[in-house]
């Protein structure tokens, strides 16, 4: 009941913030002057709230009717879709005004402990500037605005010289207009040490209504607003379901302005594969205010154990085994809630965990705060380590 009323609360503080074919989608886009923008903190970009999550996108005609409708931020990665993802928009927007979109790109530095989230002897400057060429390459562009350091978990890494110093020269010579740092697991400790460290433009951070650290998340917020550090914010939507089944859907418009009434979230990169996703984002793009009966559906989503994992690694400690849970729990709501086999796949490749690690246990030991029940969803997504990956992919 504390929890509920800890929620209820917060979402109650929200309040007073302020299937289509495309020819249906164009009939419902208002006057572009309509769009809310923020500005991306030192940056100074003007973003429409609301940008492209582009990671398991593959249309080109969703991303041009994004770029119709006023989107103007795509968020892509070295690694999406094995690079098709970065071409994807590479081809679309080779034909389109330089000055009339931003682009960033995400790499994860190599080497990197899953367990820790420290650097090793992989952790190379080389091996990052070479991702680097090869994303500009697909992008066929000769710089992108915004480079991320991808997934960051800890200080180590977040502070790791030979990568600092390789996305500082890249800015320097202009390949890169601003850098930044990705960040899922232990956010408000990566996003207070950005600011800190007084070199970072931009966090982009997993940001929703479920989160349990939540004070936590915004006290870090409000240290990288203070430093002039722009958030862009994902993992908006939980998950996208409450349910394996699929059965019961978060609210998408509703999820979004829960995360914008923060107005140090200055956009948000829902993920969009489909017409009907883009056509509840734009809505959003013009109006954020929560109404009564959304905060009411995220009210009875939060009381829900859902998909997402917060990533806050309490459950580790009392792993026998000592597994990488949040990053198994990640793959498991990637697989069930975003539908993707691939991203769940790549992601358990990382891990190095076998099929079913917790065979071995009668009883899990591994206790999480929202009540997961950590083994049945460990046994059930390592299956498909079974599965060949070419099959999948």
Not at 260 to 288: K, Q
Not at 366 to 389: E, H, Q, Y
Request: net charge positive; proline share 4%; aromatic share 8%.
């Amino acid at each position: 009941m504390k929890r509920r009323s800890f929620l209820r609360s917060g979402l109650a503080g929200a309040a007073g913030l302020a299937v289509l074919n495309k020819a249906a989608l164009a009939s419902k886009v208002p006057a572009s002057d309509e769009i809310i923008y923020r500005t991306l903190g030192k940056t100074g970009l003007k973003i429409p709230v609301v940008s492209f999550g582009v990671m398991r996108a593959d249309n080109s005609a969703l991303v041009k009717a994004a770029y119709d409708g006023g989107i103007k931020m795509f968020d892509t990665a070295h690694g999406y879709q094995n690079g098709r993802n970065e071409e994807m928009l590479g081809n679309f927007f080779a034909a389109v005004p330089r000055n009339s979109f931003i682009i960033a790109t995400k790499i994860g530095p190599a080497g990197v402990d899953r367990q820790t989230g420290k650097p090793s002897a992989e952790t190379t400057a080389a091996d990052f500037l070479s991702k680097f060429e090869i994303s500009l390459s697909r992008l066929k562009m000769s710089y992108v605005d915004i480079l991320y350091m991808h997934g960051v978990e800890s200080p180590d890494v977040l502070r790791h010289k030979e990568i600092v110093n390789a996305m500082l020269d890249l800015k320097k010579k202009g390949k890169v207009r601003f850098i930044g740092v990705s960040t899922h697991k232990n956010e408000p400790v990566i996003i207070k040490a950005m600011a800190e460290d007084g070199i970072w433009d931009v966090a982009l951070t997993a940001y929703n209504f479920t989160q349990t650290y939540r004070d936590e998340m915004n006290k870090a917020l409000q240290a990288a607003a203070d430093k002039g550090i722009g958030v862009v914010a994902m993992k908006t939507m939980a998950g996208g379901f409450l349910d394996k089944e699929r059965t019961k859907p978060v609210n998408t418009r509703a999820a979004l302005k829960w995360a914008l009434s923060n107005p140090n979230i200055h956009t948000t990169i829902p993920g969009i594969t489909a017409f009907e996703h883009l056509s509840a984002d734009l809505e959003v793009l013009r109006d954020i205010t929560l109404t009564s009966a959304e905060q009411g559906d995220l009210l009875a989503a939060a009381t829900s154990n859902g998909l997402y994992c917060n990533a806050c690694s309490n459950c580790i400690s009392g792993c026998r085994n000592k597994l990488p849970v949040p990053e198994i729990m990640r793959a498991y709501m990637y697989a069930y809630g975003y539908g993707s086999l691939l991203l769940a796949s790549e992601l358990l490749s990382q891990t190095g965990v076998e099929v079913d690690p917790c065979a071995g246990c009668d009883v899990c030991t591994a206790r999480c705060i929202k009540g997961f029940d950590v083994k049945d969803k460990i046994s059930d997504i390592t299956r498909l380590n079974k599965v060949p990956f070419d099959l999948i992919a």
